[in-house]
């Protein structure tokens, strides 16, 4: 049994310690917004933030994240409304298919509570979430659009 608190809720899930995280977060818990990519911890698309940190869900067990705090993109607005990358996003129009995004917004919020103002070099150095679309160049606006928030 598993005590993961995910976005400010606590669940008890019945699963074996080395499942991904990812598949819990996704078939137990029943939150979509995290998707599979790789699996193999490389593509980004199932980035969540694990006591603040952005990890690649699909890499880290669940016995890994039992007890910690873990937000998924359902959990990064509060009441107040979107974040400021969600809304950026939405300003910026970055997403194509948008299958990447989720990940992707995550990372981002992740290196903004690190750096505040990225410098573009601190952007490439921490977003190697892959875009299949090839969205980059709208996600570094975005990124920059959102520190001037």
Same mark, same amino acid.
């Given at each position: 049994m598993a005590n993961l608190t995910i976005n400010g809720k606590a669940f008890d899930v019945d699963? $074996? !310690?080395d499942t991904p995280l990812l598949w819990v977060i996704r078939e137990n818990i029943g939150l979509t917004g995290t998707k599979y990519g790789c699996g193999i911890a490389q593509c980004g698309a199932c980035t969540v933030h694990v006591d603040g940190v952005a990890m690649r869900s699909c890499g880290v067990q669940v016995s890994e994240?039992? +007890?910690? @705090?873990?937000t998924t993109i359902e959990g990064l607005?509060?009441?107040? +409304?979107l974040h400021k990358v969600q809304q950026a996003w939405i300003d910026n129009d970055v997403p194509q298919c948008g299958y990447c995004q989720t990940g992707m917004i995550m990372a981002v919020a992740a290196l903004l509570k $690190?750096? !505040?103002?990225?410098?573009? @070099?601190?952007?490439? $150095?921490a977003i190697t979430n892959?875009?299949?679309? +090839?969205?980059f160049q709208q996600v570094r606006q975005a990124i920059h659009l959102a520190t001037n928030v």
């Open positions: 699963v $074996e !310690p994240a039992s +007890g910690k @705090q873990i607005a509060s009441d107040a +409304g $690190e750096k !505040p103002k990225p410098t573009d @070099q601190d952007i490439d $150095e892959i875009c299949r679309c +090839g969205t």
